[in-house]
């Protein structure tokens, strides 16, 4: 086993105190490593000219914006925490990420999609994800001990941002896990994985996904993530306050839960306009 840079151990230490997340510490050593070798030179030893120069080379690339821009972060927190460069702040910019609308599945669609999903653990991790909605990271963790049927809660520990919140529990989801719990019998993970006392990884559960959305005979990009999306646009649909679903979503700023308004097309259609008020003749009749 390579032995671990002073550098990259002072880097981890910087992050372990601020309390980042375990995937956030692995992307933001991955970005930078990837960064190192782009140059073949050690990144303490690169300036902020060659961080704009990358820049540009993943824009020709056309790598996502989301992808620059968490590289952004990445080399910002190298720079500015871990090397004590304060200027890397102010230097090193993110660019405006286009703002797509999430892929939204109808109930019809999802109900085709979940019954397309082949094994029971995935089909009902999955029906999980959107009865609930929870993101993969989120499902793949839940424990036996998640499960709150006296309160009808699911507790999500360490969600996004490293944070523990609650998430609904439907009556008929409550019944899916009981009955999945008798014929699959977990231990400690909900979902177990491959390895011996691990849970089911990301991976595996997208994987489903994509074979589920072609047996399903789906046009739409499906994702887990999807799943979640789905749920908050039908909640807003059915006349659910948006301030319920950033609660529900585990969101914390209202804006984020605002953008499922532009995707609620059924909301969208039945809002009646103002104009309609109006006793105005724009044609004049014949």
């Known amino acids: 086993m390579a032995t671990m840079s002073p550098l990259r151990r002072r880097m981890i230490e910087d992050m372990t105190i601020r309390n980042l997340s375990h995937s956030t510490q692995q992307s933001y050593i991955y970005a930078v490593a990837k ?6 030179c050690p990144p303490d030893r690169l300036g902020m000219e060659d961080v704009r120069a990358y820049q540009l080379n993943l824009i020709d690339q056309k790598y996502s914006w989301s992808h620059i821009n968490q590289v952004a972060c990445a080399l910002r927190f190298f720079y500015g925490i871990t090397l004590g460069q304060k200027e890397a702040f102010e230097r090193i910019v993110a660019g405006r990420e286009p703002q797509k609308l999430p892929p939204v599945l109808s109930p019809e669609e999802i109900g085709r999609f979940l019954a397309a999903v082949k094994g029971l653990r995935n089909r009902v991790a999955l029906t999980t994800a959107y009865a609930a909605g929870l993101r993969v990271g989120e499902v ?9 049927s006296e309160r009808m809660l699911l507790h999500i520990e360490g969600g996004k941002g490293g944070r523990d919140r609650y998430a609904m529990l439907s009556p008929r989801l409550l019944e899916i896990l009981r009955a999945y719990w008798k014929r699959a019998r977990p231990s400690s993970w909900l979902f177990s994985g491959q390895e011996p006392g691990g849970h089911l990884s990301r991976g595996a559960l997208q994987s489903a996904c994509r074979f589920a959305r072609q047996r399903a005979r789906i046009g739409k990009r499906v994702t887990a993530h999807s799943l979640r999306h789905s749920f908050a646009t039908h909640l807003l649909e059915s006349g659910t306050d948006i301030r319920i679903i950033q609660v529900l979503l585990g969101h914390s700023h209202l804006e984020t839960t605002a953008r499922y308004a532009q995707v609620a097309t059924g909301l969208i259609a039945g809002t009646p306009s103002p104009f309609d008020q109006l006793a105005l003749e724009v044609i004049p009749p014949e």
């Open 140 to 148: 793949v963790r839940l424990k036996i001990s998640s499960i709150d």
């Open 35 to 40: 960064f190192s070798r782009h140059f073949n």
